[in-house]
């Protein structure tokens, strides 16, 4: 094949991005569920605007997940690395990982390989398109303040 230049691959990645979400949305629109799995390395944005976009998240054990390295949260936040280290042992908020991400919510399983083909089964024939991210990550632990949040703001609705 061609190697694209810099250029010539910015001058079409809004439009392959452009073209992917309307291709999930076309999906979406026509009852199907949007499954991401996580099998190697999810970080950062790319995750974030992409792979959380999904109806369900799933994730093999040895997948790597995170928002942001502690040492690039440390360079951000002027915080010193051994407190990020320190608060991400008792706060899955600061802490990188499956086991966190999931404890979060943000991942709804942490799948073996050998079983990875009847999950896919059971969560593709699931229906319904409601998201339990809030709800998962205050019954595991995770996030304790966004699902009672949401509840009271449904409740106050007129």
């Not at 994730?59 to 949260?73: F, G, I, Q, S, T």
Request: hydrophobic share 45%.
């Amino acid at each position: 094949g061609q190697q694209l230049s810099r250029r010539d691959e910015w001058l079409g990645m809004h439009q392959y991005f452009s073209h992917l979400l309307l291709c999930l949305e076309c999906l979406r629109t026509h009852g199907n569920r949007l499954i991401s799995l996580v099998y190697n390395q999810a970080i950062g944005g790319a995750f974030i605007a992409y792979g959380l976009m999904a109806d369900t998240i799933l994730a093999l054990p040895d997948a790597k997940v995170a928002v942001m390295w502690l040492e690039a949260m440390a360079r951000v936040t002027k915080l010193d690395l051994s407190r990020l280290q320190e608060l991400s042992k008792t706060s899955p908020v600061f802490a990188p990982g499956v086991t966190n991400f999931q404890a979060l919510g943000g991942i709804s399983e942490v799948v073996d390989l050998a079983q990875l083909s009847n999950v896919l089964l059971r969560v593709a024939a699931e229906t319904g398109q409601t998201d339990l991210r809030a709800e998962n990550g205050y019954r595991r632990g995770g996030r304790q303040l966004a699902y009672p949040v949401i509840q009271q703001v449904l409740v106050s609705k007129p």
